[in-house]
């Protein structure tokens, strides 16, 4: 157990809907990161929060947004949904500094969309 | 440029050793992290490596070499357990980790 938790474990929903997924962080780390993994692909970072601010953005389309919130649990949010979001998506905590940088990830939401 | 390059899948037999080779962009090159991944299940962190040589834990020893620009995870005693994903991941300056497309290692009996 990685100290890291995401609700909810599955999620099935159709296209064109919105969805919010839920990450609370190992106490006391200050960093969250957010990534996609589709079927048999590699991880695809989208998102990098750090005590609250945004610090570094990846691939994250225009139609998903995150935030951290002051309990420093953060937030995904995946609108207009398609296809081709159906994936894994992880959550991961960290201390956010530089250099060692170790994550620990949380168990992932999976995400159909039909 | 900020990409890894892993191969994507490597078969070794139960008992014997094998190497993972990643090779990165030095831009920004703070130190190289392996992570290791089961079919359906969460990334979970094996080593870190910021300065030349070899780090062991275990049967799994991490080396980072920064003058070539490479590094390797080691993986000795093979068990059908470590049939798995391994990703690198090297960390920049701006504390951002950029991933490998990872390799996935098939072990046979």
């Known amino acids: 157990d990685s100290g890291v938790t995401q609700t909810p474990k599955h999620l099935i929903t159709a296209t064109g809907q919105r969805v919010t997924l839920r990450c609370s962080p190992r106490s006391g780390d200050l960093s969250v990161y957010w990534y996609q993994q589709s079927l048999d692909q590699g991880l695809q970072f989208l998102i990098q929060?750090?005590?609250?601010?945004?610090?570094a953005k990846g691939n994250i389309l225009e139609r998903f947004s995150a935030q951290q919130f002051p309990d420093l649990h953060s937030e995904l949010n995946l609108s207009s949904l398609e296809l081709g979001d159906s994936a894994l998506y992880f959550c991961?905590?960290?201390?956010?500094?530089?250099?060692?940088?170790?994550?620990?990830f949380g168990p992932g939401t999976r995400l159909t969309v039909l | 440029g900020q990409s890894l390059e892993q191969p994507s899948e490597v078969t070794a037999v139960e008992g014997a050793i094998v190497q993972i080779n990643c090779t990165y962009q030095t831009s920004g090159f703070y130190g190289l992290s392996w992570y290791q991944q089961h079919d359906g299940g969460a990334p979970t962190f094996l080593s870190y490596n910021a300065l030349d040589g070899l780090e062991e834990t275990g049967r799994f020893s991490s080396f980072l070499s920064r003058s070539d620009s490479y590094g390797y995870l080691l993986l000795q005693e093979l068990q059908m357990k470590d049939s798995a994903s391994y990703f690198c991941?090297?960390?920049?300056?701006?504390?951002?980790?950029?991933w490998g497309a990872g390799t996935k290692l098939i072990i046979k009996p």
């Open positions: 929060y750090y005590n609250g601010e945004e610090r």
């Open positions: 991941a090297r960390s920049r300056s701006n504390y951002q980790l950029i």
């Open positions: 991961a905590s960290g201390p956010g500094l530089a250099g060692r940088n170790e994550q620990f």
